[in-house]
């Protein structure tokens, strides 16, 4: 079982990326999906979590609220997390987690840096 986040990297503030998360050993169809991220000296906070198929609810933290979108591609097994409008706030380490009844899985982190 695996999740393994890609797309980070440098970018001016205003820019865009897209960030993917691939999923082995497992189906994220079926799963709760969530998009987190940490700055340096920070604790873990929330992006935004996406759930199943089935429920489909999804809820952005404020703090990106217009600018970021999560999608889902189940024939990839793959998670997505288009950012756009990107501030200096947004540099962190961005993690990708899937949960559903007894799993709870997390990838190993890109990192995002916005700056000029």
């Known amino acids: 079982v695996q999740l393994v986040e890609s797309g980070g990297g440098l970018v001016q503030p205003g820019g865009s990326l897209r960030l993917s998360c691939a999923a082995s050993g497992f189906s994220v169809d079926g799963h709760n999906i969530g998009w987190f991220r940490q700055a340096p000296g920070t604790g873990r906070e929330g992006v935004v979590c996406?759930?199943?198929?089935?429920?489909?609810?999804?809820y952005y933290a404020d703090s990106v609220k217009g600018r970021f979108t999560i999608s889902r591609d189940n024939a990839k097994n793959t998670v997505y997390l288009q950012m756009n409008r990107l501030k200096a706030e947004d540099t962190a380490t961005y993690f990708c987690?899937?949960?559903?009844?007894?799993?709870?899985?997390w990838g190993q982190g890109t990192q995002v840096i916005v700056s000029s």
């Open positions: 996406s759930g199943s198929n089935s429920d489909g609810t999804t």
């Open positions: 987690n899937a949960k559903r009844s007894g799993n709870d899985y």
